[in-house]
């Protein structure tokens, strides 16, 4: 059984090895003497939470939390999930679902007014994930890459 809880230091390495498999163009190695220095950085950043999803002792999904304050809307915040990843032998498992519910759950909690993620527009299966969760692809997503 999946367990869904934050990440702490000693995950880094876990984390780093699900997140080089983010769907980009193929993998991406993660260079962990810089996640090293950034790690407790973000770990400590008030409101955000790095979610873990570990199977036997060992990290097979991630998903990135950040409650941001926000003046309109009665000044209630809004979250933003980034980087959500599942190893690749364990896609379609149920894992996805679980580490989005917990993100959910994490700006229900925080009292945001919603809850924003973006997603590459050729990822037609994990839309379909998202949408069965409840969110709506109701916006146009612009980015610039540096």
Known sequence: MVTIRPASERDLD??????EHLPFDG?????????????????ATPGRVVLVAELDAVIVGTADVIVLA???R???PHALVENVGVAPGLRRKGIGRALVSRAVDHARAAGCYKVQ??????????HALYESIGFEP????????F
Request: aromatic share 6%; with cysteine; glycine share 4%.
């Open 27 to 43: 993998p991406r190695p993660v260079d962990r003497a810089s996640a090293a220095r950034v790690f407790p950085t973000i770990l």
């Open 138 to 145: 109701n916006a146009t997503g612009f980015r610039l890459y």
């Open 117 to 126: 993620l973006l997603s590459n527009a050729h990822r037609v299966e994990a």
């Open 70 to 72: 926000n003046l309109t």
């Open 74 to 76: 009665d000044v209630r």
């Open 14 to 19: 876990g984390l780093c090895a699900v997140l």
